[in-house]
Nanobody, 124 residues
Framework: QVQLVESGGGSVQAGGSLRLSCAAS????????MAWFRQGPGKEREGVAA???????FYADSVKGRFSISQDNAKNTLYLQMNSLKPEDTAMYYC??????????????????WGQGTQVTVSS
């Protein structure tokens, strides 16, 4: 059973930065696609970024150039560096994991394991 625990959320002003962390139980990165999703108030959950075991990364258009996903295999930790934050980035952010084969990286239903979420609030 994979367990994912997010941390690093908080409240910042527009233009600020945050780094989210997701601690995974065990060495799962070599066998899973890891991703960050978010869900804003009254919105559906959406993919933010993903990283495959080979190192390929993918981003939602809305965060390209501002967010960066990475992982530290030695620490079994996934990161999301968020820069130039905007009020529209306000959401609960979730870490997720799925097997190496499946649909597009941003498809919510493809992911098997989820963290509990960490809140990010960006004020204007």
């Amino acid at each position: 059973q994979v367990q994912l625990v997010e941390s690093g959320g908080g409240s910042v002003q527009a233009g600020g930065s945050l780094r989210l962390s997701c601690a995974a139980s065990g060495s799962i990165f070599s066998r899973h696609v890891m991703a960050w999703f978010r869900q804003g108030p009254g919105k559906e959950r959406e993919g933010v970024a993903a990283i495959y075991s080979g190192g390929s990364t993918f981003y939602a258009d809305s965060v390209k150039g501002r967010f960066s996903i990475s992982q530290d295999n030695a620490k079994n930790t996934l990161y999301l560096q968020m820069n130039s934050l905007k009020p529209e980035d306000t959401a609960m952010y979730y870490c997720a994991a799925r097997g190496p084969y499946g649909g597009d990286w941003y498809e919510v239903n493809e992911y098997t394991y989820w963290g509990q979420g960490t809140q990010v609030t960006v004020s204007s």
